[in-house]
């Protein structure tokens, strides 16, 4: 008998290896996927102003690293106290207006740099809801709690969404003529916006993605959440708050993605690194022993190995915490 689709995600013509450089933006389901790749060694950034979850936020976002246009200080947003971008996370909250912007426009630096070398863009769209400041007439990523008088909620419609990106991707291809792009739609189910309006919504982002990849060469499509919706498809593999995939889902997506998208070359490079990984989260309850310390020593000739055969490894995180006595 068989209980799930095992669905086949396919493979895009050009496999991602650790040569290659990735840059990743979109709802905190990306953040699980980037942290992957990050432990893995692959190179990749990750979501330069916290996580996005509507379309038009994230273009607002990849237009203004494109221009690398920085923050002006009528762009910050005074609340007790402390200063915030309604187009960035919480976690950018400073307690001046001027550290708050060098943060920020160092980032726009260092992401319009990322921009021209990319060797892919990989987005995933959250939610086709999106809120509008009534004041300032613009679309926010963030509303911060400030109070829901100030702001609309939209939906985005497909087309719009599409031919949107389809522009933001002409002027990508300008600067970084080798870009490839690819998009999924995040499993994370919005229930606060009700049951039917997140179906609706993820819908919408649904026939966008498609729509995008079919209007542009280079566009590739992964089903992330059809394969939590529609091959998993049971409520046991997500969180107590049933919106959230939970770490088995993740797993499996994972598992989806590295087999179908990830360099097969690279596969006996990224067991030893996922070894590495394990070793390196390895805490005993008494490190002051011989026996941690031989396993220590263990784990720095491996990276040692590892960093000889492949030199474009970061490994100087593990090998500090190994070299410690």
Known sequence: ??????????????????????????????????????????????????SVFNPESMRQALTRLLESKPFGESELVEQQGSWLSLDTHSSFTKSSQQELLTTLNTLVSQWHG?????????????????????????????????????FTKKMADPATITDSYTMLIQKLRKLNPELKIMLTVSPVKHLRDGVVENNLSKAVLTVAAHGIVKANEQCFYFPAYELVNDDLRDYRFYEADLAHPNQQAIDYVWQKFSGSWLDPASRPLLDRLAALNTAFRHRPLQEDTQAFADFKNAQLQKCRELKTAFPYLDLDTEMTYFLQR
């Open 1 to 50: 008998m068989r209980f799930h689709l095992d669905l086949d995600t396919g493979s895009g013509p050009a496999n991602i290896g650790h040569r290659q450089s990735l840059l990743l933006m979109g709802s905190c389901f990306t953040e699980h996927i980037g942290r992957r790749l990050s432990d893995l060694k692959l190179n990749c950034a990750t979501n330069p102003f916290g």
């Open 114 to 150: 990322h921009l021209k070398t990319a060797d892919w863009l990989l987005l995933t769209f959250g939610s086709a809801y999106y809120y509008e400041h009534i004041m300032q007439r613009r679309v926010v990523a963030n509303c911060h709690k400030l109070p829901a008088k100030a």
